[in-house]
């Protein structure tokens, strides 16, 4: 079963920047779909943005800020997040569509704190 793990949570500022990776065991031209999605403590994990074939959408609260984007030759993808505030805090997961079933990552801790 391919495996996604991702990278480069860290404690931020208010109003600064991060890139978070998501790297498959897979080649990532493999997928399908692939999407963001957060969980913020005590709260259900939320939508953050998915990129398909057709384009990528943003849900309204990251939309702006936070940019999807891929490397083939690294294979990864990234979610560079800018201008960030202290209620995109939470534990950010990437996942991926391969051979017809959404694969999960572990997770990576963004806090967004002064």
């Known amino acids: 079963q391919v495996q996604l793990v991702e990278s480069g949570g860290s404690l931020v500022q208010p109003g600064g920047s991060l890139r978070l990776s998501c790297t498959p065991s897979?080649?990532?031209?493999?997928?399908?779909?692939m999407g963001w999605y957060r969980q913020a403590p005590g709260k259900e994990r939320q939508w953050v943005t998915t990129?398909?074939?057709?384009?990528?959408t943003y849900a309204s609260s990251v939309q702006g800020r936070f940019t999807v984007s891929s490397d083939n030759a690294k294979n990864a993808w990234y979610l560079q997040m800018t201008n960030l505030k202290p209620e995109d805090t939470g534990v950010y997961y990437c996942?991926?569509?391969?051979?017809?079933?959404?694969?999960w990552g572990q997770g990576t801790q963004v806090t967004v704190s002064s």
């Open positions: 996942n991926a569509f391969y051979d017809s079933k959404w694969v």
């Open positions: 897979a080649t990532i031209a493999s997928a399908t779909n």
């Open positions: 990129t398909m074939k057709s384009g990528t």
